[in-house]
């Protein structure tokens, strides 16, 4: 099976639809498909990490399949991921990592390292 939602992980064995406003951010050399929203000019987004259906293919065989976090991206392009949750659905997700931008949006954020 060739999937097309994640040119970059072309044997994903699950269809999902990527919501308006957030984008494929996937990268052959993850352990599995992203999709991010961007909150502020490139530097803070929320990602979702669509770990594969089948547990034996996740990196993680016993853990959740979705994986929410905040990426940052310091003033030398390095990336940051903060993880903020493991849901078994992708609806679960999805509302947690909306309910997130929304509050960063608002708020902001100030990374915990």
């Known amino acids: 099976m060739t999937n097309l939602l994640f040119p970059e992980f ?3 064995d699950d269809v999902l639809t990527i919501p308006r406003g957030w984008t494929d951010t996937s990268w052959h050399n993850n352990a599995c ?3 991010a929203k961007e ?3 490139k530097k803070l987004s929320v990602v979702i990490w ?4 089948n547990p034996s293919m996740r990196d993680f065989s016993g853990g959740q399949q979705f ?3 905040i990426q940052t991206i310091d003033e030398l392009g ?3 991921f903060e993880p903020m949750g493991w849901f078994e659905t992708f609806d679960n997700a999805m509302v947690f990592a909306n309910a997130l931008s929304s509050q960063l949006v608002v708020y902001g954020y100030k990374e915990r390292r």
Request: proline share 11%.
């Open 10 to 12: 072309p044997e994903y």
């Open 50 to 53: 669509c770990d594969y259906k």
């Open 33 to 35: 498909p992203s999709i």
């Open 78 to 80: 390095e990336d940051h």
């Open 39 to 41: 909150i502020t000019s």
């Open 67 to 69: 994986a929410v976090s």
